[in-house]
């Protein structure tokens, strides 16, 4: 999918991505969690829609559930006691609400990373690293590319399967496992050939020789040094925020979480600007659009 953000240079999506996901992993406070979380969502859906809404809704909410509901039963830490379990563990509270906190956090970077997997594609990856470090970002665009491919050339299989009677959908167990051992080998082939077509293909192209010159469509605009701009101030008083412990969190051994005061407001709202960025810049793009039409 592209929208107005992942249209942006490529240097711009991948510094974002990388403050949003380390922010978003390190920050523990419930409203940082909170803030990131709105911001994964809403890029989610501008950039998948009902594609996003259904992986949200059907993976995710489910794995928040159980991961907040099954750390309680192996983490014991904390000093306020609810309950005990019925093989005579105790459930605390401290550890009830890290699970929810760690399930929120592990939900929102598996989010981000969907949108990062959507916004920078393999041409952005080599034309960001290709002359720095080819074989590596040659190989990290492969394995981008490798999930998305493997699932299209499993339904390609699977069909030609069916068209001859051999639906791995049907018939009894022993068959249709069989069937799936069968797909599953054939996909091993055929990526481990990809792989070996596309490393020739490359070397062939003079890819990573010294003084190999290469066309990009992408330019650094006047556009991309206001975000880039905007995200470092807003990075840096976060990062500012964090170090002076406006927005600390522990939760062990006692839940210990600095209330909002004047000052860690101004980072959580730092904090929202950073993670509602693409969806603002997006919402700008359609006003700006919208705009030109009435004028036009």
């Given at each position: 999918?592209?929208?107005?953000?992942?249209?942006?240079?490529?240097?711009?999506?991948?510094?974002?991505?990388?403050?949003?996901?380390g922010f978003s992993m390190f920050l523990m406070h419930p409203l940082c969690l909170a803030i990131s979380?709105?911001?994964?969502?809403?890029?989610?859906?501008?950039?998948?829609?009902?594609?996003?809404?259904?992986?949200?809704?059907?993976?995710?909410?489910?794995?928040?559930?159980?991961?907040?509901w099954l750390n309680p039963l192996f983490n014991h830490a904390g000093v306020t006691l609810l309950f005990y379990l019925p093989g005579?563990?105790?459930?605390?509270?401290?550890s009830m609400v890290y699970g929810l906190a760690a399930a929120t956090m592990f939900v929102t970077v598996v989010v981000w990373f969907s949108c990062f997997n959507a916004v920078m594609t393999s041409d952005k990856f080599v034309y960001l690293f290709g002359e720095i470090i080819p074989a590596l970002s040659l190989i990290f665009s492969m394995v981008l590319r490798l999930v998305p491919r493997l699932k299209a050339q499993s339904r390609v299989i699977a069909n030609a399967r069916k068209g001859v009677g051999r639906d791995p959908g049907s018939g009894p167990l022993l068959q249709r496992a069989r069937s799936v051992v069968q797909i599953i080998s054939m996909m091993i082939t055929w990526a481990l050939e990809s792989a070996i077509d596309t490393a020739d293909s490359m070397k062939s192209r003079g890819y990573g020789l010294a003084g190999r010159t290469s066309?990009?469509?992408?330019?650094?605009?006047?556009?991309?040094?206001?975000?880039?701009?905007?995200?470092?101030?807003?990075a840096g008083f976060i990062l500012a925020g964090a170090g002076s412990g406006l927005i600390r969190a522990d939760y062990f051994p006692a839940l210990q979480i600095e209330m909002p005061t004047l000052l860690s407001s101004m980072v959580y709202m730092a904090y929202a600007g950073l993670g509602l960025l693409p969806v603002l810049v997006d919402g700008g793009e359609d006003m700006r659009w919208k705009r030109i039409k009435s004028t036009a």
């Amino acid at each position: 999918m592209s929208d107005a953000f992942s249209r942006r240079h490529p240097l711009i999506n991948f510094i974002y991505f990388t403050l949003i996901i380390g922010f978003s992993m390190f920050l523990m406070h419930p409203l940082c969690l909170a803030i990131s979380l709105l911001g994964a969502v809403s890029y989610a859906l501008c950039l998948k829609g009902r594609k996003a809404l259904r992986f949200l809704v059907c993976a995710m909410l489910p794995l928040l559930l159980v991961t907040a509901w099954l750390n309680p039963l192996f983490n014991h830490a904390g000093v306020t006691l609810l309950f005990y379990l019925p093989g005579g563990n105790p459930v605390t509270l401290e550890s009830m609400v890290y699970g929810l906190a760690a399930a929120t956090m592990f939900v929102t970077v598996v989010v981000w990373f969907s949108c990062f997997n959507a916004v920078m594609t393999s041409d952005k990856f080599v034309y960001l690293f290709g002359e720095i470090i080819p074989a590596l970002s040659l190989i990290f665009s492969m394995v981008l590319r490798l999930v998305p491919r493997l699932k299209a050339q499993s339904r390609v299989i699977a069909n030609a399967r069916k068209g001859v009677g051999r639906d791995p959908g049907s018939g009894p167990l022993l068959q249709r496992a069989r069937s799936v051992v069968q797909i599953i080998s054939m996909m091993i082939t055929w990526a481990l050939e990809s792989a070996i077509d596309t490393a020739d293909s490359m070397k062939s192209r003079g890819y990573g020789l010294a003084g190999r010159t290469s066309f990009s469509l992408y330019r650094f605009e006047l556009y991309d040094k206001w975000l880039l701009a905007a995200m470092l101030l807003l990075a840096g008083f976060i990062l500012a925020g964090a170090g002076s412990g406006l927005i600390r969190a522990d939760y062990f051994p006692a839940l210990q979480i600095e209330m909002p005061t004047l000052l860690s407001s101004m980072v959580y709202m730092a904090y929202a600007g950073l993670g509602l960025l693409p969806v603002l810049v997006d919402g700008g793009e359609d006003m700006r659009w919208k705009r030109i039409k009435s004028t036009a």
